[in-house]
């Protein structure tokens, strides 16, 4: 079974940074695309950054230039370096991988962005 475990969420300022990451295991074939989603209260979930396993990224428009996505391949890792933090930001980020199995969920990481 695939188990996706996020840390790194917690309470910052805004103009200030967090480091999520996120861990991989129980995965029976390579994964391909890892990525970063978000969901605030009330809204849907939406997307912040994918990666894939080649290395290509994509962002969302509201965090281009704020946020960066990375991964290692060896640990099955993937981070969301997040940077210029803004309340806006605020929400639970989920951690999400595919592989030939489908697609894989982690539990969330809350993010909040206040003074």
């Known amino acids: 079974q695939v188990q996706l475990v996020e840390s790194g969420g917690g309470l910052v300022q805004p103009g200030g940074s967090l480091r999520l990451s996120c861990v991989v295991s129980?995965?029976?074939?390579?994964?391909?695309?890892m990525g970063w989603y978000r969901q605030a209260p009330g809204k849907q979930r939406e997307l912040v950054a994918v990666?894939?396993?080649?290395?290509?990224?994509a962002y969302a428009d509201s965090v281009k230039g704020r946020f960066t996505i990375s991964r290692d391949n060896a640990k099955n890792t993937v981070y969301l370096q997040t940077n210029s933090l803004k309340p806006e930001d605020t929400a639970v980020y989920y951690c999400n991988a595919r592989n030939l199995g489908g697609s894989h969920w982690g539990q969330g990481t809350q993010v909040t962005v206040s003074s």
């Open positions: 990666i894939t396993s080649a290395g290509g990224t």
């Open positions: 129980g995965s029976g074939s390579s994964i391909y695309t």
